[in-house]
């Protein structure tokens, strides 16, 4: 089986080794609110109808996705064949070939990474909160650290002094689709949350008055990003089609559809290594 033909594969110059793909939510056997392709076990959907979906991801990728239990915070986990579906993190990281790094969203942004060796590979759940952090030390931040001190990686001292000098260059990060900038309703502890640590990070909100705002969370996942040195970002570039608000038919998003239907799937970006 392979990968179904709505699903994003992202366009970046990863390594051969280096799979990746986003998944919509399209091609699984769950009813409606959840149709069809749901992978998330926590949102109320038939168990069953989430571990055919699951199987589905599974066969399409010819890997095994660890699903995480994400909490919104900045927790790394380390994954290998023995790591458990349910691992509380909202990150993860590996050298492992057949173990993918998989992030499950229904309107946060989801962050893969690799280096232009292919390594290793990593992603990340960044919703607001795991995104802002504290002190300016969010989820992107701890998966960047994570990545380059991986266990195992060379630690010796002229090691450490050149990864210093490289590696925000040799890290490519690809954005998968999230609630996009016109339809994030956020408030003042929100924008304060960014902008504290961050002075540019007011460009990424919009003031509409009563002390709410619109803010662009691919934009401000770019901007940190961007303040570690890392300069090869792809994909999401805030536009409406990468809007999991705006695009019912192809993306869940918890914001459009719980108040309204009751609830809402997830869909989910995983990345792996081959031979």
């Known amino acids: 089986m392979g990968l179904l033909t709505d699903w994003i594969v992202p366009d970046w110059p990863a390594p051969a080794r280096v799979r990746a793909v986003c998944t919509t939510r399209l091609g699984g056997?769950?009813?409606?609110?959840?149709?069809s392709l749901n992978l998330g076990d926590h949102v109320r959907d038939d168990p069953a109808a989430v571990a055919a979906?699951?199987?589905v991801l599974h066969a399409a990728i010819g890997a095994r996705p660890v699903f995480l239990q994400q909490v919104h915070g900045v927790d790394v986990a380390v994954l290998d064949g023995g790591t458990p579906n349910g691992t509380l993190a909202d990150a993860c990281v590996t050298e492992m070939?057949?173990?993918a790094c998989t992030i499950m969203v229904a309107d946060c942004l989801?962050?893969?990474?690799?280096d232009r060796d292919g390594r290793r590979v990593a992603a990340a759940h960044a919703g607001w909160r795991g995104l802002a952090g504290e002190d300016g030390h969010g989820v992107l931040e701890s998966v960047f650290r994570s990545f380059w001190q991986y266990p195992g990686?060379?630690?010796s001292q002229s090691a450490i002094e050149y990864k210093a000098a490289v590696f925000p260059s040799d890290t490519l990060?690809?954005?998968?689709?999230?609630?996009?900038?016109?339809a994030f309703e956020v408030s003042e502890e929100v924008r304060d949350a960014f902008c504290t640590t961050l002075a540019q990070a007011s460009n990424c909100f919009v003031p509409l008055g009563g002390g709410k705002y619109l803010a662009d969370l691919a934009g401000l996942a770019r901007q940190r990003l961007q303040a570690l040195g890392v300069t090869a970002i792809y994909g999401n570039d805030s536009s409406a089609s990468w809007c999991t608000v705006s695009n019912a038919s192809r993306f869940f998003s918890h914001r459009r559809d719980s108040a309204v239907l009751g609830g809402s799937g997830r869909f989910a970006a995983c990345i792996w290594l081959e031979d």
């Open 53 to 55: 979906n699951r199987q």
């Open 29 to 35: 056997v769950s009813l409606a609110p959840f149709d």
């Open 110 to 114: 989801p962050v893969l990474l690799t």
């Open 173 to 182: 990060v690809w954005l998968g689709p999230c609630i996009g900038p016109q």
């Open 97 to 99: 070939q057949g173990v």
């Open 153 to 155: 990686a060379d630690r």
